[in-house]
């Protein structure tokens, strides 16, 4: 997509950050982002860009209030703030779930309903959600109310569906505590059975107005396979789903797994998880409602084994004590699904000390028009040293050394073409005399026993051996 939709709201709001670049321009930004952060673990490949880089969000909330005139007003809140800036449409968000909350707005004032006012904590209406599945058309709109009192709901309810027939649910959520959480802890149904149904990648899933879900339905499909890719499973394995949330990595991945342990600390999330399993007919899953730390770590105790580690979690990313858990149990590989690339490479680092290496590494674009970057990780236990020794007789692979030895320059440009990284020559000869590779006169040792080289990172060391690999010299 070469064009440039423009967002007359784009300053105010700051929701997205790439609303200037073309589609194109936002993919090339995204992959040097990750090349820099990620680059010095392994090779990293080409961002895979989403199907469609408008509209995407299944997810829409909007926040209600009135401007000094008395006039209400729903949109955004403006980054940082409480300032509410009116939007009637967004560019990343599904265009019918605007409409609706269009609607929610007009309706207001024929029923005199007012809106909430947080200095007051008066009023009734604070937010609007609403919840789209896109791949059975359902629509769940969620109603946040300053107080459980709604007058004419029924009326307000019917208004509203007939306006919108597309509408197959509509919730009552209650929030009337001072707080800038969204949604409460008490619901009624209004209208339909109070939740949606979604199919993604052939297995169905309940939503309800508190659920995680995925955002962006379309490339969540492409995220997932690329994780059941490099799970690399053939029927039988042993998988721990961590913050597992309703199991939706967990039940996709279910079909190719011999069992799956989803484990999760939030009992709602767990119990969404268990009916999804039992809608979809899947018996190979077992859902724990813990800590994930505390349970790997239970795990390792009992002597009991994983083969695959599947996680996924928040924009903070996870914790050295549990990537310490998830090493204690060595599980043969560990699947790390980000939202962060700034703490996926921290937590890469903390991963290679307790004993594995990245394998690959894969940016996925969940979130045009923002700077976001999902990306898929695969790790692997070194199994019990990554370096091999062994001879090499020219005379017998019938080549010449000219042509089995690539010059430092060559070796430089590949590095620098497939991982980003500058490595210097010094450092390649430190890692071939390491590796009882012959270094060339320039390198032997210094004359002087007391002369001091700075000496090649542990990073760039792997990352050389890798482009030995590749030309064949180990």
């Known amino acids: 997509m070469s064009n440039v939709l423009p967002c007359p709201v784009a300053k105010k709001c700051g929701g997205c950050q790439l609303t200037n670049m073309t589609y194109a321009?936002?993919?090339s930004f995204k992959q040097r982002k990750a090349v820099k952060l990620l680059g010095r673990?392994?090779?990293?490949e080409e961002i895979l860009p989403a199907p469609q880089p408008y509209h995407y969000r299944n997810k829409v909330q909007a926040a209600f209030g009135t401007t000094r005139s008395g006039l209400v007003i729903s949109g955004v809140y403006q980054s940082g703030t409480h300032t509410i800036v009116k939007t009637d449409a967004c560019l990343i968000e599904d265009k019918r779930a605007d409409a609706i909350i269009v609607s929610v707005r007009n309706l207001l004032k024929a029923f005199k309903l007012p809106v909430y006012n947080e200095d007051t904590g008066r009023g009734f209406l604070r937010h609007v959600l609403v919840r789209v599945a896109k791949g059975t058309g359902e629509i769940m709109v969620v109603l946040v109310t300053g107080t459980p009192v709604f007058p004419s709901k029924n009326a307000f309810c019917r208004a509203l569906s007939e306006a919108h027939p597309e509408i197959t649910t509509i919730v009552q959520n209650i929030n009337d505590g001072h707080t800038s959480?969204?949604?409460?802890t008490?619901?009624?149904?209004?209208y339909g059975e109070g939740h949606i149904t979604d199919l993604l990648?052939?297995?169905r899933f309940h939503i309800s107005p508190r659920s995680f879900y995925q955002v962006n339905y379309e490339t969540t499909e492409i995220l997932y396979e690329k994780v059941l890719e490099y799970a690399g499973l053939t029927g039988c394995e042993r998988v721990i789903d961590a913050y597992a949330g309703v199991g939706t990595i967990g039940m996709a991945l279910s079909d190719a797994a011999g069992e799956v342990v989803s484990v999760e600390l939030n009992a709602d999330a767990v119990q969404d998880a268990r009916k999804n399993a039992k809608l979809n007919g899947v018996k190979n899953m077992r859902f724990i409602c813990a800590d994930a730390t505390v349970f790997l770590r239970e795990m390792a105790a009992a002597h009991e084994h994983a083969d695959v580690v599947?996680?996924?979690p928040p924009r903070a990313g996870s914790t050295p004590q549990f990537i310490k858990s998830v090493c204690t149990l060595k599980p043969d590989r560990v699947v790390y699904v980000s939202c962060n690339p700034e703490t996926l490479a921290r937590d890469l680092v903390l991963f290679e000390k307790q004993g594995y290496r990245v394998k690959k590494c894969q940016p996925v674009d969940m979130f045009p028009q923002t700077n976001h970057v999902e990306t898929v990780v695969s790790l692997v236990r070194k199994i019990p040293d990554m370096y091999v020794g062994f001879k090499i007789d020219l005379d017998e692979q019938d080549l010449t050394a000219s042509e089995a030895h690539p010059t430092y320059e060559e070796i430089k440009a590949y590095i620098q073409k497939e991982y980003g990284?500058?490595?210097?020559?010094?450092y390649i000869s430190q890692v071939k005399r390491k590796l009882g590779l012959e270094v060339g006169e320039s390198f032997k040792k210094p004359k002087k026993e007391n002369t001091k080289q700075p000496q090649c990172p542990p990073d760039k060391e792997r990352i050389i051996i890798e482009a030995l690999k590749h030309f064949k010299m180990i």
């Open 181 to 184: 959480l969204v949604l409460g």
């Open 41 to 44: 673990f392994c090779r990293v």
């Open 25 to 27: 321009e936002q993919l």
């Open 186 to 190: 008490r619901e009624t149904v209004l």
């Open 421 to 426: 990284v500058k490595v210097s020559s010094l």
């Open 310 to 312: 599947i996680m996924d």
């Open 201 to 203: 990648l052939g297995k």
